[in-house]
């Protein structure tokens, strides 16, 4: 016959019980970690199932890396993969992004590279000055417009705003005309 000594029960062991406050905070730090170790093998996952002409692993590089065209308000234009409008901001130049900070709060760079079949045109990208790379076609920096609540909205052309006028990105790669009745003053809340 064995015997063995179970902790805490006497016998002079140096095992002790932790309860309260204490026991507690050790089962929400495990349970906090196993949460973040999910988390991680999810982004992992998602990213590693999404195709990707770039061939990154981030599920946002791999949602942006195909861009794809369609008509709003009569011009053929180009769409990020989910149809929202892609948008050129004046002051940018071919190898540097004006839009910074608030700006590109409410007008978000569309991340590079990007592809679109069937697209006469030259994609490229630049890097920003926060070190993240940004889309481009035909030399004009990409990007979409906050206050483009739905695919198929153009809200932010003709819009002068944090500086510069907006453009949406027609498949030309000239920035399309404005809509009638727009107004240039920045109205709506982005002329920061």
């Known amino acids: 016959m064995t015997t063995r000594k179970i902790p805490g ?11 309260g406050p204490a026991r507690l905070r050790i089962l929400l730090g495990l349970l906090a970690a196993a949460a973040a170790a999910a988390a991680l093998v999810a982004c992992g996952s998602a990213g590693a199932s999404s195709p990707s002409s770039s061939g990154s692993s981030s599920p946002a590089a791999a949602a942006a890396s195909t861009v794809k065209t369609a008509t709003i308000t009569g011009v053929t234009v180009l769409t ?14 071919s190898t540097t992004s004006k839009c910074n900070g608030t700006c590109a709060q409410n007008w978000p760079p569309v991340q590079g590279p990007v592809t679109a079949a069937g697209v006469t045109g030259t994609f490229g990208t ?30 932010g052309n003709g819009l002068n705003a944090a ?30």
């Open 9 to 19: 029960r006497g016998g002079g062991g140096s095992a002790h019980r932790i309860s």
């Open 80 to 93: 990020n993969s989910q149809g929202f409008t892609l948008y050129s901001f004046a002051p940018d130049t």
């Open 126 to 155: 630049i890097t920003r000055s926060d070190g993240s790379v940004q889309a481009t076609f035909d030399g004009h920096p990409l990007y979409t417009f906050a206050g483009d609540t739905a695919p198929g909205q153009a809200k």
């Open 163 to 192: 500086g510069g006028l907006w453009h949406e990105i027609t498949t030309s790669g000239t920035a399309a005309p404005a809509p009638a009745g727009s107004s240039s003053s920045g109205s709506g809340g982005y002329g920061y």
